[in-house]
Protein backbone atom coordinates (compact mmCIF):
# COMPACT_ATOMS: atom_id res chain seq x y z
CA UNK A 1 0.00 0.00 0.00
CA UNK A 2 1.37 3.75 -1.03
CA UNK A 3 1.56 5.21 2.46
CA UNK A 4 3.20 8.66 3.50
CA UNK A 5 5.10 9.08 6.78
CA UNK A 6 6.31 12.35 8.54
CA UNK A 7 10.35 11.85 9.55
CA UNK A 8 11.31 14.31 11.82
CA UNK A 9 15.20 14.67 12.73
CA UNK A 10 15.01 15.60 16.14
CA UNK A 11 17.57 18.17 18.04
CA UNK A 12 20.01 16.14 18.76
CA UNK A 13 19.87 14.38 15.68
CA UNK A 14 21.38 17.79 14.28
CA UNK A 15 23.28 18.63 17.12
CA UNK A 16 25.45 15.22 16.46
CA UNK A 17 25.66 16.27 12.51
CA UNK A 18 23.36 12.89 11.54
CA UNK A 19 21.38 14.53 9.18
CA UNK A 20 23.49 12.90 6.22
CA UNK A 21 23.97 9.36 8.03
CA UNK A 22 19.62 9.34 8.85
CA UNK A 23 19.00 10.46 5.34
CA UNK A 24 21.88 7.60 3.72
CA UNK A 25 20.04 4.80 6.30
CA UNK A 26 16.46 5.93 5.15
CA UNK A 27 16.93 5.73 1.44
CA UNK A 28 17.76 2.78 1.76
CA UNK A 29 13.99 1.99 1.41
CA UNK A 30 14.06 3.71 -1.76
CA UNK A 31 10.93 5.76 -0.79
CA UNK A 32 10.71 8.95 -2.67
CA UNK A 33 10.92 12.72 0.02
CA UNK A 34 7.91 14.32 -1.61
CA UNK A 35 8.86 17.29 1.16
CA UNK A 36 11.51 18.88 3.58
CA UNK A 37 11.90 22.00 5.58
CA UNK A 38 14.11 22.75 8.86
CA UNK A 39 11.14 24.00 11.18
CA UNK A 40 11.58 26.17 14.66
CA UNK A 41 9.56 24.83 16.97
CA UNK A 42 7.13 26.70 18.99
CA UNK A 43 5.72 25.06 22.24
CA UNK A 44 2.29 25.00 21.10
CA UNK A 45 3.25 22.87 17.76
CA UNK A 46 5.76 20.56 19.96
CA UNK A 47 2.39 20.48 22.07
CA UNK A 48 0.30 19.38 19.74
CA UNK A 49 2.27 17.24 17.83
CA UNK A 50 2.81 15.06 21.05
CA UNK A 51 -0.90 15.64 22.47
CA UNK A 52 -1.68 11.91 22.62
CA UNK A 53 1.13 11.58 25.35
CA UNK A 54 0.06 15.24 27.49
CA UNK A 55 -0.42 12.59 30.40
CA UNK A 56 2.92 10.87 30.57
CA UNK A 57 5.10 12.47 33.13
CA UNK A 58 7.90 12.78 30.75
CA UNK A 59 5.74 15.12 28.66
CA UNK A 60 7.39 17.89 29.62
CA UNK A 61 10.44 16.97 29.09
CA UNK A 62 9.18 15.37 25.56
CA UNK A 63 8.52 19.16 24.69
CA UNK A 64 11.41 21.00 25.94
CA UNK A 65 13.57 17.99 23.54
CA UNK A 66 11.37 18.74 20.41
CA UNK A 67 12.24 22.36 20.97
CA UNK A 68 16.06 22.00 20.78
CA UNK A 69 15.99 23.14 24.98
CA UNK A 70 17.97 20.16 25.61
CA UNK A 71 20.74 20.63 22.95
CA UNK A 72 20.76 24.65 22.02
CA UNK A 73 19.36 23.46 18.60
CA UNK A 74 16.40 25.25 18.04
CA UNK A 75 15.27 23.61 14.98
CA UNK A 76 14.33 20.08 13.94
CA UNK A 77 13.68 18.54 9.82
CA UNK A 78 10.76 17.82 8.63
CA UNK A 79 10.16 15.54 5.91
CA UNK A 80 7.64 13.27 4.22
CA UNK A 81 8.66 9.91 2.51
CA UNK A 82 6.05 7.75 0.32
CA UNK A 83 6.03 4.99 -1.32
CA UNK A 84 5.05 1.34 -0.59
CA UNK A 85 4.70 0.31 2.95
CA UNK A 86 6.50 3.59 3.82
CA UNK A 87 5.50 3.23 7.88
CA UNK A 88 6.69 0.11 8.29
CA UNK A 89 9.41 0.62 6.35
CA UNK A 90 10.73 4.12 8.09
CA UNK A 91 9.65 2.68 11.47
CA UNK A 92 11.86 -0.69 10.99
CA UNK A 93 15.28 1.40 10.13
CA UNK A 94 14.36 3.88 13.27
CA UNK A 95 14.32 1.55 15.59
CA UNK A 96 12.70 0.88 18.88
CA UNK A 97 11.51 4.00 20.60
CA UNK A 98 13.88 3.18 24.24
CA UNK A 99 16.78 3.32 22.31
CA UNK A 100 18.07 0.79 24.15
CA UNK A 101 16.31 -1.86 23.27
CA UNK A 102 16.34 -0.52 19.63
CA UNK A 103 18.75 -3.28 17.79
CA UNK A 104 21.49 -2.37 17.67
CA UNK A 105 21.58 -1.64 13.90
CA UNK A 106 19.00 0.27 13.49
CA UNK A 107 19.15 4.55 14.00
CA UNK A 108 18.06 4.72 17.30
CA UNK A 109 20.25 2.02 18.71
CA UNK A 110 23.22 3.14 16.76
CA UNK A 111 22.43 6.64 17.81
CA UNK A 112 19.63 6.99 20.60
CA UNK A 113 21.05 6.96 24.10
CA UNK A 114 18.85 7.80 27.64
CA UNK A 115 19.88 10.68 29.56
CA UNK A 116 19.96 11.47 32.94
CA UNK A 117 16.62 12.56 33.53
CA UNK A 118 14.80 9.91 31.92
CA UNK A 119 14.48 11.13 28.61
CA UNK A 120 14.60 8.67 25.38
CA UNK A 121 16.56 10.77 23.07
CA UNK A 122 16.13 8.51 19.96
CA UNK A 123 17.15 11.17 17.13
CA UNK A 124 14.47 10.77 15.08
CA UNK A 125 10.36 10.85 15.31
CA UNK A 126 8.45 8.37 12.62
CA UNK A 127 4.62 8.49 12.57
CA UNK A 128 3.65 5.49 13.53
CA UNK A 129 0.01 4.28 11.34
CA UNK A 130 -2.03 6.23 8.94
CA UNK A 131 -4.26 8.30 10.92
CA UNK A 132 -1.42 9.52 12.98
CA UNK A 133 0.56 10.09 9.63
CA UNK A 134 -2.24 12.27 8.19
CA UNK A 135 -2.47 14.60 11.31
CA UNK A 136 1.12 15.11 11.65
CA UNK A 137 1.62 15.85 8.05
CA UNK A 138 -1.35 18.48 8.26
CA UNK A 139 0.43 19.77 10.97
CA UNK A 140 3.70 20.35 9.94
CA UNK A 141 3.15 20.93 6.30
CA UNK A 142 1.04 22.94 4.18
CA UNK A 143 -0.58 21.75 0.88
CA UNK A 144 1.93 23.75 -1.17
CA UNK A 145 5.27 22.24 0.31
CA UNK A 146 4.01 18.75 -0.40
CA UNK A 147 5.15 18.00 -4.45
CA UNK A 148 2.09 15.28 -4.65
CA UNK A 149 -1.26 15.69 -3.46
CA UNK A 150 -1.55 13.40 -0.50
CA UNK A 151 -4.99 14.78 1.01
CA UNK A 152 -8.15 16.75 -0.23
CA UNK A 153 -7.45 20.37 -0.16
CA UNK A 154 -9.99 23.58 -0.57
CA UNK A 155 -9.51 27.03 -2.37
CA UNK A 156 -9.05 29.82 0.97
CA UNK A 157 -8.57 33.48 -0.23
CA UNK A 158 -6.41 35.22 2.81
CA UNK A 159 -7.84 38.93 2.84
CA UNK A 160 -5.94 41.54 4.00
CA UNK A 161 -3.18 39.10 5.48
CA UNK A 162 0.02 40.02 5.14
CA UNK A 163 2.64 37.86 3.54
CA UNK A 164 6.18 38.23 3.97
CA UNK A 165 8.00 38.44 -0.20
CA UNK A 166 11.66 38.78 -1.59
CA UNK A 167 12.22 42.72 -1.65
CA UNK A 168 13.84 41.39 -4.63
CA UNK A 169 14.58 38.84 -7.02
P1 LIG B 1 7.81 6.86 19.08
O1 LIG B 1 8.63 8.13 18.89
O2 LIG B 1 8.65 5.63 18.93
O3 LIG B 1 6.57 6.83 18.23
P2 LIG B 1 6.11 7.58 21.34
O4 LIG B 1 5.50 6.62 22.29
O5 LIG B 1 5.22 8.25 20.34
O6 LIG B 1 7.34 6.84 20.62
O7 LIG B 1 6.84 8.69 22.22
C1 LIG B 1 7.25 9.93 21.69
C2 LIG B 1 8.65 10.25 22.20
O8 LIG B 1 8.61 10.42 23.63
C3 LIG B 1 9.69 9.15 21.99
O9 LIG B 1 10.26 9.17 20.71
C4 LIG B 1 10.69 9.45 23.07
O10 LIG B 1 11.56 10.53 22.70
C5 LIG B 1 9.79 9.91 24.22
N1 LIG B 1 9.41 8.79 25.10
C6 LIG B 1 8.45 7.87 24.87
N2 LIG B 1 8.32 7.01 25.90
C7 LIG B 1 9.21 7.45 26.83
C8 LIG B 1 9.53 6.97 28.16
O11 LIG B 1 8.99 5.99 28.68
N3 LIG B 1 10.51 7.66 28.81
C9 LIG B 1 11.12 8.74 28.27
N4 LIG B 1 10.86 9.22 27.05
C10 LIG B 1 9.91 8.58 26.33
MG1 LIG C 1 4.90 8.04 18.30
Redesign the pocket.
Known amino acids: MEQAVLVLIKPDGLKKSLTGNILTRLSETKLEIVAAKMVRVSKELAEEH?RH?KDKP?FGE?IK?LQGDLHDRKKVMALVYWGKDAITKCRTLAGA?NPEEAEATSIRGSYGRITTS?????VL??S?DDTEAEREIKLWFKPEEIIVDLYATKSAVLKDSPVKAWAEK
Request: net charge negative; aromatic share 28%.
Open positions: YLFIYTGVYENHVS
